[in-house]
């Protein structure tokens, strides 16, 4: 049984801009402070076309180890059950998150989904002595390529359970979908990144502004 630690990335992403609007120059994007967030963000629609992130179950390993998250075995990395289980959640994350920034509320259906993959003996906490002194460590057992999606949905409840569901916002960009959590110390992100959406809609405002 592996080790892991929970991490939760604060990584921007770096970005070209065409005339769609912009691209990672890197594969998936690493925008919204928390990894449940960034998880939803591997689909999205710009500009009139879908973005599809997890073509393959690969894909979908390949996010979690970015996210350092645990590790997909190489038996798993090409399974369907792996992308299918991922593709379903992230919807049901989707939609539970849009409700969110919208009314406030989180559907039955996103909770019900969380806590099914939350369900049973996938990881447990142990205490151990380190270097610095102890540590509590996260010990998963997964059973099934499924279960690889469980630390989503871990991190998911940690968002809901500790966290300002005030701060977790849509990109005011209103061509933009993408979602992120706000933590800065005023609270006042709009943008997914200030230097794509933010800049651009402020050089479109000031040429409106000028045009007149």
Same mark, same amino acid.
Request: charged content about 20%.
């Given at each position: 049984m592996a080790l892991q630690s929970y991490c939760i990335l604060t990584v921007t992403s770096q970005m070209l801009v065409n005339a769609k609007g912009f691209i990672p120059m890197q594969k998936f994007l690493w925008l919204a402070n928390w990894p449940a967030l960034d998880f939803i963000n591997t689909e999205y629609t710009q500009a009139g076309e879908r973005i599809e992130h997890f073509t393959t179950a690969e894909d979908v390993a390949e996010w979690l180890r970015a996210a350092r998250l645990p590790v997909v075995p190489p038996a798993v990395r090409s399974t369907e059950q792996l992308l299918v289980a991922a593709r379903g959640y992230r919807k049901s994350l989707h939609s539970g998150v849009e409700r969110l920034v919208s009314s406030g509320d989180v559907p039955a259906d996103t909770i019900s989904a969380t806590n099914r993959l939350l369900e049973g003996d996938r990881?447990?906490?142990?205490?151990?002595?380190?270097?610095?002194?102890?540590?509590?460590?996260?010990?998963?057992?997964? #059973?099934?390529? #499924?279960?690889y999606i469980v630390p989503v949905a871990l991190s998911f409840a940690e968002l809901l359970g500790t966290a300002d569901l005030s701060r977790i916002r849509r990109c005011k960009n209103p061509e933009c979908p993408l979602i992120f959590y706000d933590t800065s110390k005023s609270a006042t992100r709009n943008w997914c990144s200030l230097d794509i959406c933010g800049n651009k809609l402020r050089v479109a405002a000031f040429r409106k502004r000028h045009s007149n």
């Open positions: 990881f447990s906490f142990r205490l151990q002595r380190g270097r610095g002194g102890f540590q509590l460590q996260r010990h998963w057992n997964f #059973a099934s390529p #499924a279960d």
